[in-house]
């Protein structure tokens, strides 16, 4: 495996039900984001882990929970979402340490709420 | 606060034309980098380019070419004799590094459809 993989590419979900989304970077980076694109917006940043630390959370509500339990894993936790939370959800990594990298993104997970 | 601006949600042309991808930024910072990215249908992000706010230098990498203005705050992306496989996507992105890392503003993104 290479890059920037993320499963599952297709999720449809209850508003009652609880998914994880999983990404995993195989590049040796030590920055992981979490981003969400809707239809009509541009794509918003969601969650920034450093060092598996997280280090930003833009407002997100509670029902998105991320863990990064090490520097190539990342997941996003889901729970009584809303139909608006339906978007491609989007995880990248970079190379923190030398600033200003390039993030390398995965495919995208398709996620609808019904 | 960053901002970007890609003012053309769509663009559509007929093969071999050559067509301008316009990106405006806005930020306080003296330092900065400023980025395009490629969405083709399959969803993921494809790096094109980085470029650093002291280095005004047009960069041309096979079809693609970059023109950075920093007197008007743009950065224009031209595809020279386009092809149908580059229709995508295209984000212009700023970045801010915090103590967090490396942060990106997305613009909305520009639509080309490339016809043959």
């Known amino acids: 495996e290479t890059g920037v993989t993320q499963t599952p590419r297709h999720l449809v979900m209850g508003m009652t039900n609880k998914k994880s989304l999983k990404c995993e970077q195989h590049?040796?980076?030590?920055?992981m984001y979490w981003y969400k694109q809707s239809a009509k917006k541009p794509l918003e940043l969601m969650f920034v882990?450093?060092?598996?630390?997280?280090?930003e959370n833009n407002s997100v509500p509670s029902r998105f929970s991320p863990e990064c339990p090490n520097s190539s894993h990342l997941f996003l936790h889901l729970h009584t979402l809303q139909p608006e939370d339906s978007a491609l959800y989007l995880c990248?990594?970079?190379?923190?340490?030398?600033?200003?990298?390039?993030?390398?993104f995965g495919p995208g997970t398709r996620l609808t709420v019904l | 606060a960053q901002k970007v601006t890609q003012a053309q949600t769509e663009i559509s042309v007929v093969e071999k034309e050559d067509v301008t991808l316009d990106c405006v930024y806005e930020?306080?910072?003296?330092?900065?980098?400023l980025f395009w990215y490629k969405q083709p249908p399959s969803g993921e992000l494809v790096f094109l380019i980085r470029?650093?706010?002291?280095?005004?230098q047009n960069e041309i990498s096979g079809r693609y070419s970059w023109n950075f203005q920093k007197s008007t705050s743009s950065f224009n992306f031209t595809i020279t004799a386009s092809q149908v496989v580059d229709s995508a996507v295209y984000f212009c992105?700023?970045?801010?590094?915090?103590?967090?890392?490396?942060?990106?503003?997305f613009g909305g993104g520009t639509r080309l459809m490339v016809k043959p």
């Open positions: 590049l040796g980076h030590n920055a």
């Open positions: 882990y450093s060092l598996e630390e997280r280090v």
């Open positions: 470029r650093n706010s002291f280095d005004e």
């Open positions: 990248a990594s970079s190379d923190r340490a030398l600033g200003h990298n390039e993030q390398f």
């Open positions: 930020t306080r910072d003296t330092t900065y980098y």
């Open positions: 992105a700023l970045s801010e590094v915090n103590n967090a890392g490396n942060m990106l503003t």
